[in-house]
């Protein structure tokens, strides 16, 4: 009659295991805000979010950070942990709430426009051992078409786009009813976040476009 009780023993003790990891899973809500962010401005993009230990008893230990990207995302972007370690907390304690800068997303500047898509999965538990995926929230990195601008300078022109939007070359046309586009053969100079041509316009309509051959 003993090795039965054992056996019983045994099996309410893998099944209260596999409770324990579920309530660890879910103590901790994490939101992203917001889910979605430009890479427009630079080849860094930080993510802000909330974790929220949602156990009134229990210390929560976030332990790790791991990533996956989703299709062409994995040829594009890479993670910052760094940023994720310097800046949240390693423990929540019960019912306490973070709220800030939670990791951060390398983009490569070859990226073209596009939406690249990722989740980021905070591990940990109750102890500093533990490694059970806490929240595993869905994040996205935005890379619209870049935007031409274009100012006087004196009797030329500076035309300016994103520095990031690589790959795209300049071209001008000065009729719209014909396909004849010249690539301006120029560098951009690269000032604030943005390439930068001067050009000069010469007699007549210009037009310009950006091309990613």
């Known amino acids: 009659m003993h090795t039965p009780r054992l056996n019983l023993f045994t099996v309410l003790s893998g099944l209260a295991l596999l409770v324990s990891a579920e309530s660890a899973r879910a103590d901790l809500a994490f939101e992203l805000t917001p889910a979605v962010e430009s890479g427009v401005v630079s080849n860094e993009i930080v993510f802000n979010g ?17 990533f996956s990207f989703i299709d062409a995302a994995a040829g594009y972007l890479a993670a910052d942990t760094n940023v994720f370690f310097a800046n949240v907390p390693g423990i929540l304690a019960p019912l306490e709430t973070y709220s800030d800068v939670v990791f951060a997303i390398v983009l490569n500047p070859a990226a073209p426009p596009g939406q ?3 989740i980021v999965t905070v591990q940990g538990g109750t102890n500093i051992f533990d490694s059970t995926d806490l929240a595993s929230p ?6 619209p078409l870049p935007a031409l601008s274009i100012a006087l300078s004196g009797t030329n022109v500076v035309v300016s786009w994103a520095w990031s939007s690589s ?15 010249i ?12 390439n930068q041509l001067l050009v000069s ?13």
């Open 50 to 66: 909330t974790l929220i230990n949602t156990s009134p008893t229990d210390t929560l230990f976030l332990n790790s950070i791991q």
């Open 116 to 118: 690249y898509f990722g």
């Open 138 to 143: 869905i994040f996205e990195v935005s890379v």
């Open 167 to 181: 790959g795209f070359v300049l071209q001008q046309n000065s009729d719209l009813t014909t396909t004849n586009w």
């Open 183 to 194: 690539t301006v053969t120029n560098s951009p100079a690269v000032t604030n976040w943005q």
């Open 201 to 213: 316009p010469g007699a007549g309509d210009r037009f310009y476009r950006l091309l990613r051959p």
